[in-house]
Structures are given as structure tokens and as C-alpha cells.
């Protein structure tokens, strides 16, 4: 790679005038509120930068109870189809595409695509059904995906886009239905849940090229995938094991499908996964019995958000899921107890890690995430060097470094 000097000085110069943007690393706990006099919501997905979540609130006595946008401090209703009821699943990368279901103005359940200058868009639903939910969307928001009925009433899970439509992903063998729950960062591999032919339920791994590959299960009966890494490699979800509990795993194709742990009791769901496939979060019930928050990693396994972040936690708050966690690892969001209002929010932790610039994750900005950057300048595909999440490593990118440089050494 060239970088001509001058190209290099302009990006310096940039980085210097904007030192003074480059703190808000610490960690911070925001609860979301809920549309007006509304009394509980819940977050179901998080941009790349923390800066947009979306999900679900009610809202006044007899008003349509609805998918929402949080940006800012403001939470967006999204609006319905025409019926009395939506949920936002998923958000893209950079927070403009939101996708979920809603009710049309027939009492249908309708997979939506909502963008600001489109508003909520229907995506319809396979040849001969009345019904679809859309809870996954790429990156980039190009590709949606979810479960739709087919002429026969079946559930098939779907991958959709702009120019193909509506595509039927099929099931297992001899089962008869499917749903997805999720894709890759450019939206070529899609995980959910199907039948098989004894008319269980199996965590799939679908590509144009392999079809739907059973990911099998702990040793019990079933099992769902709700996310997969950035590059499709990483699944996670929940199964039964042998002895009929659920546990959360995290598959790859080398190591298979691997138990996470638990909090203290046996129950427990894998939600979603960062984009390099390191860091799990979901829900856990602990010795006593209680639905909490978890965070995974190989080093630490599995830990309480509500014991770790307990200095963000006052008054008997309590983060009682994660349902998702930004590309970086760094944000994550869900449902728990706000004890200032007395009811159940949605809420955004920002966990401070990665620190804005922290290619490699090491707690410090410095030469080699710079390296590292530069290296895989104008690569393109999903990656930690992409700190934007835009898809492309390029000046942004660099610029995130040079903003950061020495922080946290």
C-alpha cells in the first residue's frame, strides 16, 4: 500500500484539531424510558456505535403499542402497518434500517423494513401465506430475514432483498417448518431454528452454496441459533442437554456445538454474539432462581452484568437479559428493572471495552492497532480494523485511531 505524505498530514492535522472529541470511554448505564405513558419496553438490538437501539414499547391506553428508534434521548414510535401492534428486531449497522413485524390493517402479522425517507415498508410474505416476522437484517440493511407462511400454513424461514424477493430457505430434512433469526455481516449465512423429520426443533446454519446444515444439539432434543458472528463462523443459541435443561452454546465448525455455563441454576439462552464471534450475551437464571443479564468470553466465562456493573446498578435495579451486544463487544442492550421508575425498561450499557481505536483489544490505542489499520487499508469485509462497521477499512477508520491515539497505554 501507498500513503502519499501529504494524505498522511491532512489525516494528522484532522486528528489534532479533534483531540477534544475523543473522551466517552468509561462505561455509563442508560435506561430508555418508553413511548409516552407507556410502562415497560424492551431492547432488542444496538448499532455499531451505541448510538441507535430499537425494540419494543407499549404506549397510552388504547394506542398502537409499538416498534421503536432510541437516538439521543429520544425514543421514535416506528408506527404500525396499519394495525395495532409492531416490534423492532434488529437495526443495521449504522442504525438507518430497522426491521420487525407488525400488524396490517387485516390483523396479519407482516415482517417490515423501516427506513427514515421510506417509512415502514412491507415485505409481504411467500406465495400463498398471510403471515411473516422479519427479526434479523445484514450490515449494510440490504438483506432481511426471518419466518413466513408458505400456501400450505407452513413456517419457512426467509432471506430477503430489494431485487430477489422473498426467498424460502426450506427446513431440515423431513421436517416442515423454519424460521431465521439472524445473518452474517453481508447477509450469506443465516441461522435460526427448524424441524426435523421426528418433528424437533434444531439450531440450522443455511448458505446458498450448503443449504441447511443441522447444528445438532447438547445432547437433548432441541435446539435454536439466534446469532451468528460477523463472517458466519460463530453461532450461538440454546439447546437442551441430556439431562432436559437449556444452556446456552456457542458453535463453531472445528469445535462444534459448547455449553457456556451457567449463573448458578440450569437455565439459560444464548441472545447474540460480537463480530468477531468472542463475546456472548443472553439470559441466565441464577442460584436463586432469577433471569440476569450474562456476558461471555473464553478467559472469564460466564459473569453476572448486575455483579460486574454494580456500581451503575442503584436502588435494587437489575439488568435481567441482554438481548444484543454491538459488533465491537462494547455495547449492550435488553430489558431489566429500573427501580427510579418502578418498572421494567429497556436499557443501554456501555461497558467502556473496546476503548474507540482499540484494534486489538489490548486497552491501548497505540502503534500497532494504527499498523493494523493501515495494513488492511481499503480491504473490505466485516472486521475489527473496520472500526466504523461501513464495511471498507479506510480513512474513517484510521481517523478513529489517530482520534484515540494513547489512550488507556
Not at 456476558?295 to 448486575?306: F, I, K, P, S, V
Not at 500497532?368 to 473490505?380: I, T
Given at each position: 500500500m501507498c500513503y502519499t505524505q501529504n494524505r498522511f498530514n491532512a489525516l494528522l492535522s484532522a486528528c489534532v484539531l479533534s483531540l477534544i472529541a475523543t473522551a466517552g470511554w468509561s462505561q455509563s448505564l442508560t435506561w430508555l424510558g418508553t413511548l409516552p405513558n407507556g410502562t415497560n419496553s424492551s431492547a432488542y438490538a444496538v448499532s455499531a456505535d451505541g448510538a441507535v437501539v430499537v425494540g419494543w414499547s407499549n404506549n397510552a391506553p388504547g394506542q398502537p403499542r409499538g416498534a421503536f428508534r432510541w437516538q439521543n434521548g429520544v425514543m421514535q414510535d416506528l408506527g404500525?402497518?396499519?394495525?395495532?401492534?409492531?416490534?423492532?428486531?434488529?437495526?443495521?449497522?449504522?442504525?438507518?434500517?430497522?426491521?420487525?413485524?407488525?400488524?396490517?390493517?387485516?390483523?396479519?402479522?407482516?415482517?417490515?423494513?423501516w427506513t427514515a425517507s421510506g417509512g415502514m415498508q412491507n415485505l409481504g410474505t411467500l406465495p400463498g401465506g398471510s403471515e411473516s416476522y422479519a427479526y434479523g437484517v445484514s450490515a449494510d440493511g440490504a438483506v432481511v430475514v426471518g419466518g413466513a407462511q408458505n400456501a400450505a400454513g407452513r413456517f419457512r424461514a426467509f432471506r430477503w432483498t430489494a431485487s430477489g424477493g422473498m426467498q424460502d430457505l426450506g427446513t431440515l430434512p423431513g421436517g416442515n417448518n423454519s424460521a431465521a433469526w439472524d445473518a452474517s455481516a453481508d447477509g450469506a449465512v443465516v441461522v435460526g431454528g427448524a424441524g426435523n423429520a421426528a418433528g424437533r426443533q434444531r439450531a440450522?446454519?443455511?448458505?446458498?452454496?450448503?443449504?441447511?446444515?443441522?447444528?445438532?444439539?447438547?445432547?437433548?432434543?432441541?435446539?435454536?441459533?439466534?446469532?451468528?458472528?460477523?463472517?458466519?463462523?460463530?453461532?450461538?443459541?440454546?439447546?437442551?442437554?441430556?439431562?432436559?435443561?437449556?444452556?446456552?452454546?456457542?458453535?463453531?465448525?472445528?469445535?462444534?456445538?459448547?455449553?457456556?455455563?451457567?449463573?448458578?441454576s440450569n437455565d439459560n439462552l444464548a441472545f447474540a454474539v460480537s463480530a468477531d464471534g468472542a463475546v456472548v450475551v443472553g439470559v441466565a437464571l441464577n442460584a436463586a432462581g432469577q433471569g440476569r443479564a450474562f456476558?461471555?468470553?473464553?478467559?472469564?466465562?460466564?459473569?453476572?452484568?448486575?455483579t460486574t456493573y454494580a456500581s451503575l446498578l442503584t436502588n435494587g435495579s437489575v439488568l435481567s437479559e441482554a438481548s444484543a451486544i454491538s459488533p465491537n463487544g462494547r455495547y449492550i442492550v435488553g430489558e431489566g428493572y429500573n427501580a427510579a421508575t418502578r418498572r421494567t425498561?429497556?436499557?443501554?450499557?456501555?461497558?467502556?471495552?473496546?476503548?474507540?481505536?482499540?484494534?486489538?483489544?489490548?486497552?491501548?490505542?497505540?502503534?500497532?492497532?494504527?499498523?493494523?489499520?493501515?495494513?488492511?487499508?481499503?480491504?473490505?469485509?466485516?472486521r475489527n480494523e473496520d472500526l466504523n462497521w461501513d464495511g471498507t477499512v479506510d480513512d474513517a477508520d484510521l481517523l478513529e485511531v489517530l482520534f484515540n491515539f494513547g489512550s488507556g497505554c
Open positions: 404500525t402497518l396499519g394495525g395495532d401492534w409492531s416490534v423492532a428486531f434488529d437495526v443495521s449497522a449504522d442504525g438507518s434500517v430497522v426491521v420487525g413485524w407488525s400488524y396490517n390493517a387485516a390483523g396479519q402479522y407482516r415482517a417490515f423494513r440450522f446454519r443455511w448458505t446458498a452454496s450448503g443449504g441447511m446444515q443441522d447444528l445438532g444439539t447438547l445432547g437433548g432434543h432441541e435446539s435454536k441459533a439466534f446469532d451468528v458472528s460477523a463472517d458466519g463462523a460463530v453461532v450461538v443459541g440454546w439447546s437442551y442437554n441430556a439431562t432436559g435443561q437449556r444452556r446456552a452454546f456457542r458453535w463453531t465448525a472445528s469445535g462444534g456445538m459448547q455449553a457456556l455455563g451457567t449463573l448458578g456476558r461471555w468470553t473464553a478467559a472469564g466465562g460466564m459473569e453476572d452484568l448486575n425498561e429497556a436499557y443501554l450499557l456501555d461497558t467502556g471495552f473496546p476503548r474507540r481505536g482499540d484494534v486489538d483489544r489490548n486497552g491501548c490505542v497505540d502503534d500497532a492497532d494504527l499498523l493494523q489499520v493501515l495494513f488492511a487499508f481499503g480491504g473490505r469485509g466485516y
